[in-house]
């Protein structure tokens, strides 16, 4: 794949975010504030960081995603979509009778590894993936988005103990500290802190990172591993419903569906977004 530049990966991650909204509104459902918190994360891993081919989706020495947190969903169709994996019009079945495309990820679709969406379960997944890579001398890493509300499940942390004690280096957990779910704050629901304290612990490498920030993104998920013989966990920095303003941090925009004037609104919020973002890049009106 061709790397994009960063304000080309800052202006795809605002049309994702759009196609995200429109995809969810026409579907009168789907995660709205997770998959908007997670754009900017999928965006540099598919765009810049991650070996993948769309026309040969099952290429052996392809890179590996696992998205344990498998109901922000939304954002990961739209990219898959906008890269060919499938036809960009079959976002407009999303979560309609008889779709691929239903409100987890679904390995019917190219592009998808596993079916995911039960908390807890795709750290396992990705460090069964990642020793068999050590195990078959193969170079490919393996990158596993989770929740911060997931990791109040038992077996993420089982899954952390297995992928230190493997010495997995080829293995990059990353989690989308929103610090929000589905009924109120992490903190108010079942307190995780401190993260980084706990995964370095378990044996990881942590490193913190503003997760809406591309440049700092793309530098922390490109140098992984930074230390041999143990998995990275890059504990990303986010906002819930990132790029629209009346959404952000709030707590019921974790699975709500804009209505049309909201939608319009959050449009023309990204739009002016891409606007500057173009201005400042020196790029010319698409």
Known sequence: MTSMDMTDLKIKATRIRM????MIHRAKAGHTGGSLSNTDILTALYYRVMRINPADP???DRDRFIASKGHA??????????LGFFPKEELDTFCQFGTRLIGH?????????????????????????????????????????????????????????AGAHYGLDNLVGIIDRNGLQISGSTE?????????????????????????????????????PEVPGKPTLVLARTV????????????GWHHRVPNDEELQRALAELAAYEAQLKRE??????
């Open 19 to 22: 196609d995200v909204l429109r």
């Open 58 to 60: 099952k290429w052996p």
């Open 73 to 82: 969903v939304e954002s990961l169709w739209c990219i898959l979509a906008d």
């Open 105 to 161: 990820p679904n390995n019917k679709v190219p592009g998808i590894e596993m079916n995911t969406g039960a908390l807890g379960h795709g750290l396992s997944i990705a460090v069964g993936m990642a020793l068999a890579a050590k195990r078959d001398g193969k170079g490919y890493r393996v990158f596993c988005l989770m929740g911060d509300g997931e990791q109040a499940e038992g077996s993420v942390w089982e899954a952390a103990m």
């Open 188 to 224: 108010d629901v079942m307190a995780i802190e401190p993260l980084d304290t706990k995964w370095k612990a378990f044996g990881w490498h942590v490193v913190a990172v503003d997760g809406h920030d591309m440049d700092a993104l793309v530098k922390v998920l490109e140098s992984a």
């Open 240 to 251: 819930k419903a990132r790029g629209v303003s009346f959404a952000e941090n709030i707590p």
């Open 281 to 286: 890049g020196g790029r010319a009106e698409a």
